[in-house]
């Protein structure tokens, strides 16, 4: 079993990203090491630059999650934590699978023509050729498993048709197909402002979202200051089917308590949400502000976090060597 997953240093890392990915990450490790298997995770720097960063944002951003990853438990012991940019045979295999991947297969990536928008001609090759990388980024290491929230999944069906591909064209196994791991318990955490929306690094409101190096106040003066219907809490977590902003306040209380959002109802059931606002404050405050603090002293420690970075580095790049050559080899190419 090894497990590979990463996350992009786009700045403002929030709850969602926490709750929806760096959490389940933690709470995976000791599986995968009780399976005898390896957990990866990345830093997706090579990712970040498909659209336009201040380069300065993009370093602050590789040790902002560098340092959510560590103060949320991910291990460096453990997993091997590094950031992609260090190991260049991300960008080796992703051109060599360039040449598998057919542009109708990215011509359908529905992520693209959301990101690209009316502005297509305009958008970078790297956002259309995102897929490629991202698959590379998994069939590098022959990942079995890889943790990836909905949005993800067709890039990870689009992985596994490069390696079909691969495989068949060039009579070899080399190239492992990887199984999409979406946790049922991993929660989409929707926007504070507008319920409809997912909770996401780009919304222009910083009200719309929790920050995870949000002070104790700020945590606070979100979850008060979040939308909802004028309506008490229901009976049942059924009962809140059509109430977006309350069943998103439940999906975060009981996300970060560890318990189930019908169990969150039947406590709060009838109750006012000026009283269960509060409640999902101070629990919000307790649970993240011992995350944050470990955050901000990583963040100061620029170098320290950086030495495990590459450490982390040199153990990915020795797993990933001899599967770029075998690749390389295949399709005819004189190295080594
Ligand atoms: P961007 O708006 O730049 O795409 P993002 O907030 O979606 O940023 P990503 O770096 O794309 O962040 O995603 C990192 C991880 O966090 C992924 O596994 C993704 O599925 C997860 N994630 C992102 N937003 C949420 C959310 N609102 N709820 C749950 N999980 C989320
Ligand atoms: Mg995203």
Known sequence: MRVVSGIKPTGNLHLGNYLGAIKQWVGMQADVEAAGGESMYFIADLHALTEWSEPAAITDSTFEVSAAMIASGIDPTRSILFNQARVPAHSELAWLLNNVARVGWLNRMTQFKDKAGKNREGASVGLY???????????????THVPVGEDQKQHLELARDIATKFNLDYKTDLLLEPEPLISKAAPRIMSLRDATQKMSKSNPSDAARINLVDDDDAIAQKFRKAKTDPEPMGASWESLKDRPEAKNLVTIFAALADRTPDDVVAEYAGQGFGSF????????????????????????????????????AERAASLAAPLLRDVQRAMGLRVG
């Open 129 to 143: 050729d995102y897929p490629v990388l991202m698959a590379a980024d998994v069939l590098l290491y022959r990942a």
């Open 277 to 312: 606002k509060p409640a999902l404050a101070d629990l919000a405050v307790a649970k993240l502000g011992p995350i944050r603090d470990e955050m901000v002293r990583l963040i100061a420690d620029k170098g320290s976090v950086d030495a495990e970075l590459r450490k982390g």
